[in-house]
């Protein structure tokens, strides 16, 4: 499977599918039929016929990882340094407001680090070291919780009226006592 701008597998997830494809050269040594070896391995029947014809040409050492797809544009010093930025806030990047979007962390790297990534490169990237999307909920900085619990759970159960009734009714749209 391909990886756009060098994101997908973590190490321990490339060492688990090497593993995958050495249990299958052992079986191909043994000379097992491919749809056999795909139920046993959970894979693909293709994924298996792929394997064997590359280890027919080349042995063993072709099924094993050759690493990354690609290097990350940030490495983890440079992430380490992007998360502390991301910790300060847009505030004190110059933007007017606190929600960090994928374009402003687009500007931050351009500015900070001097590389060009893709917003799709940023979401990734973002989300392989533990990021989530979240829209910040807008609430006033005067806020008073203790107050908003107590009108839920006194005055609002008296105003708001009850989307079911508690007896029989009846599903016509035109009989009035339905409404």
Known sequence: MRYPQGGGLTTERRAFREHIRMQAAELFALGDDNAAMARELRVSVRSVQRWHQAWEHGGTPVLESKGQASRPKLSEALFAVLEQELAR??????????????????????????????????????????????????????????????WVKEIWLQVETPWRRSGPGCASKTRPASR
Not at 98 to 111: D, F, V, Y
Not at 116 to 133: D, K, N, P, V, Y
């Open 89 to 150: 806030g847009p505030v004190a990047h110059g933007w007017p407001d606190q929600t960090w979007t994928p374009a402003r962390i687009r500007t931050l790297i351009g500015r900070r680090f001097h590389k060009s990534m893709t917003l799709s490169a940023i979401a990734q990237m973002l989300h392989r070291h533990g990021f989530s999307h979240q829209v910040p909920a807008r609430r006033a900085t005067e806020r008073d919780e203790e107050a908003v619990t107590g």
